[in-house]
Every structure is written in structure tokens, then in C-alpha cells.
């Protein structure tokens, strides 16, 4: 399966689309075009989550099929009065879970986001963007990301997620809180020691 479209945007407050849950629906019944073009709806959105919390293509491209065959095998318990973007990317945050629990100290370089988008948190403005015209912004940006990598490498697995549904995706922390299984107040206090994690280990670039 290849990414092909953007999902929309995640809120949990409201359930699927009428021609969504229709897709759902025959989806469920074993109709497997059907799944595909579900796939297509949001498959972006997984890879690309995956990218940023793995840093890693192969482990990304792994978790990516990993998500959408336990969707296949568990769209039965799926509700058609919640979200469906909430409820798959719970289970790609759970499978990029096992993958940082499971990994060991090897890591791979950043994957870029394919938004360009950069966190709007102070953390995540060290790098400039677009310095090519300037070889030392190049080398002193670089260091940078690498010494952000290391402070997220720091982070506990849920923090890490946490910090970058939140900065990176956009998301809502009562989506966040909902996608990791429990509340807004729970995403709400992950979020803060992971940024005061990240604050305190670059302090001095601050």
C-alpha cells in the first residue's frame, strides 16, 4: 500500500462522515475495496507519523503495514458513532510504542516532515528553515537538530509521542489523551515534563 491523500483533520467529537461510515460499514462486512479506499483516506497521515516519532524509514514503512493489518483484523470493534482518523492513529501510536520500547540504542537520522512544518513551542524553533544560500547557518542548524534529536531521544516513548502529536501533528490534547487511551489531563501533564525535559537539556540555546 502506497501513501496517496492527507487525511482530514482528527476531532474526536465528531464520528465519520455519512459516505465514511458507509465505506466503514462495507468494510466490515469483508469488502476489501472498501478498506482500501480507507487506506487511501489516511494512510499518509500513519507514514508520516510513524517518520517522526520512529526516525526511522524501515521501522516507519514496517509500523505503517503493521497499523493497517491490525485495522483490518480489529475494524469489527470499531464504532461508527467515533472517530475513525482517532481510532487508527491509536494503533499506530501503539505499534510506534512497541517499536521505541523494543529498539535499541541504534538510531537513525531525522526523517523531515513532508509539511515543513516545525513545532510552535520555542524547543522547536532552534533550526532556521531554508538556509542553503548560508554554508555556516547550514552547519550551526545542523548541530542544532542533532543536539533537538538527542534531548527527544531522552524522552520516555509516551513523552516523545506525546510532545510530537502535539507539536508536530497539531492534534488536540484531548485527542492525544483519547488516541493513547486516556485523558486530556493525562496528555496535558506527559506534555509538560517532556517539555520541561526538553527545555532543561537546552537550556543554554534558549
Known sequence: MAPESE????????????????????????????????????????????????????????????????AFRN????????????????IASNVCLDYQRKRKVRREAPAPSDDGRSAPDSVCQLAEQRPEADPQRMLVNRELAERLERAL???????RMVFELRHYHGLRLRTIGNMMGG??????TCLYRATQKLRSALEDLL
Open 153 to 159: 531521544a531522552s524522552l520516555t516513548p509516551r513523552e
Open 183 to 188: 485523558s486530556e489531563e493525562a496528555a496535558k
Open 75 to 90: 475494524l469489527s470493534s470499531f464504532r461508527a458513532d467515533s472517530n475513525f482518523q482517532t481510532w487508527l492513529f491509536r
Open 7 to 70: 487525511p482530514a483533520t482528527v476531532d474526536p467529537a465528531q464520528g465519520p462522515s455519512r459516505e465514511e461510515a458507509a465505506l466503514i460499514r462495507a468494510a466490515q462486512r469483508g469488502d476489501r475495496e472498501a478498506f482500501e479506499r480507507l487506506v487511501r483516506a489516511y494512510d499518509r497521515g500513519v507514514l508520516r507519523l510513524a517518520l517522526n516519532l520512529l526516525r526511522s524509514v524501515e521501522d516507519a514503512q514496517e509500523v505503517y503495514q503493521e497499523t493497517f493489518l491490525r
